[in-house]
């Protein structure tokens, strides 16, 4: 079983004609939603709450497979993203987040310890930032790492983060993780006096043992021991590029759980990580071709 830890929002977002409409969000909660989908064993980590936006989002990860066994709920709001997005399909977000459920995610709700057959858990997004969620997981990754298979998603949100200790937490985090999945962004607010190659040859020294930066219409690239390689993403018609980077990461992990990878000490062929990339790069293509946050199921994984 893979474990997504962090949080679930609602995306604001906005219509053309001044209108917005709600749809669940959320990077860890997407994530968690896409490889249910893809039938992978999946728990979602995370403070929910009784509102009914949050019964709505308990109720889809429940649709979608994924189990609630270590989810807590609370009176708490439901945490808000505005999410302004352009002519392009890109996003931009504002979030509005005082005293809402997602940050509520305290070390007392942790599970003690996790049954044998959690075998991976994936952080990230929000989940390193909102106090004191950001210290609860970072918690629980120092108490897992070197246990089972660690996959971070940064997923950095410019505006929100506070920048010296986000910086420096990160950089723990990363240095705890097996798997480092970022944007090209992402690499470069991190590392900005490095390319992207450079930067992921970098984190590898660190201890990780796969390091994977998505391009967006360009494609991905990995560095994985002596391994250096790019695929190219499909080409598609995109609506918006809303959920896109978490189904990447869930197909990513959906592909090594199924060709049995999912350890501490991931050790992959040069065939095997361009097969990982090329399916995670068509999640996330397929993700695109529609509104919102909606991965693709395992039946839809076909090329475009």
């Known amino acids: 079983m893979i474990v ?28 968690a939603r896409a ?4 039938g992978v064993p999946t728990a979602f980590l995370g403070h929910l709450s009784t509102d009914a936006f949050g019964r709505d989002m308990a109720g889809l990860l429940e649709e979608d497979g994924a189990n609630l066994e270590f ?18 399909g890109f996003a931009e977000y504002e979030f509005l987040i005082q005293g809402t459920s997602a940050p509520n995610l305290t070390p007392e709700m942790l599970p003690e310890h996790f049954d044998p057959a959690v075998n991976a858990l994936h952080l990230g997004t929000l989940g390193l930032v909102l106090e004191p969620m950001a210290s609860t997981l970072a918690g629980l990754a120092g108490r897992e790492t070197g246990r089972r298979l660690m996959m971070l998603d940064p997923n950095i949100r410019l505006g929100l983060i506070p920048d010296a200790e986000y910086r420096e937490r990160l950089r ?10 970022a944007s090209d962004t992402d ?6 006096d490095l390319d992207y190659e450079q930067a992921a040859g970098g984190i590898l020294e660190e201890g990780v043992r796969l390091v994977v930066v998505t391009l967006g219409a360009d494609g991905a690239f990995g560095a994985h021991g002596d391994f250096r390689i790019r695929v190219p993403a499909p080409q598609v018609e995109v ?17 090594l759980h199924d060709n049995g990878c999912l350890q ?20 996330a293509a397929i993700t695109c071709t ?10 839809e994984m076909v090329p475009c």
């Open 4 to 31: 997504v830890c962090g949080e679930a929002l609602i995306d604001m977002i906005q219509n053309g004609d001044g209108t917005q409409r709600a749809a669940p969000g959320g990077g860890p909660f997407n994530t």
């Open 35 to 38: 490889l249910a989908r893809l």
């Open 71 to 88: 989810a807590t709920v609370g009176p708490e709001s439901t945490t808000i993203a505005v999410a302004d997005v352009d002519s392009e």
């Open 172 to 181: 723990t985090v990363i240095s705890q993780s097996t798997i480092v999945k």
């Open 187 to 192: 690499v470069a607010w991190l590392y900005p």
């Open 239 to 255: 609506v918006d590029t809303i959920g896109a980077g978490d189904a990447f990461g869930a197909a990513l992990l959906a592909w």
């Open 264 to 283: 501490p000490e991931l050790s992959l062929e040069e065939d095997e990580l361009r097969a990982a990339l090329e399916f995670a790069c068509l999640a």
């Open 290 to 299: 529609r509104a919102g946050a909606d991965p693709p199921r395992r039946s």
